[in-house]
């Protein structure tokens, strides 16, 4: 849910600016499993996913968090290059 409005607000500013300039977006992905090295690794794949959607590069990770809840839940924050 966190995802989807960031990416609407990037949309409103995009729309609003009236040009589609190249910039370095930040996008986050989630992930859960029985194991925490799997969750993580969902959470990054999300992130990648949600980048490469845009058309952009994936730069770095800037970000991940890993918790215990009956599942592990993990986030990835990702700087992303969008053209």
């Excluded at 966190?2 to 300039?21: E, H, K, Q």
């Amino acid at each position: 849910m966190r995802t989807s409005s960031i990416a609407f607000a990037a949309a409103l500013l995009l729309s609003v600016s009236g040009a589609a300039s190249a910039g370095v977006v930040t996008v986050s992905g989630q992930g859960q499993s029985y194991d925490p090295g799997i969750a993580l690794e969902n959470a990054r794949a999300d992130a990648i996913g949600q980048c490469t959607a845009q058309g952009g590069t994936p730069l770095e990770e800037v970000y991940n968090h890993i918790t215990r809840a009956n599942l592990w839940l993990a986030s990835s924050i990702w700087r992303c290059d969008v053209p």
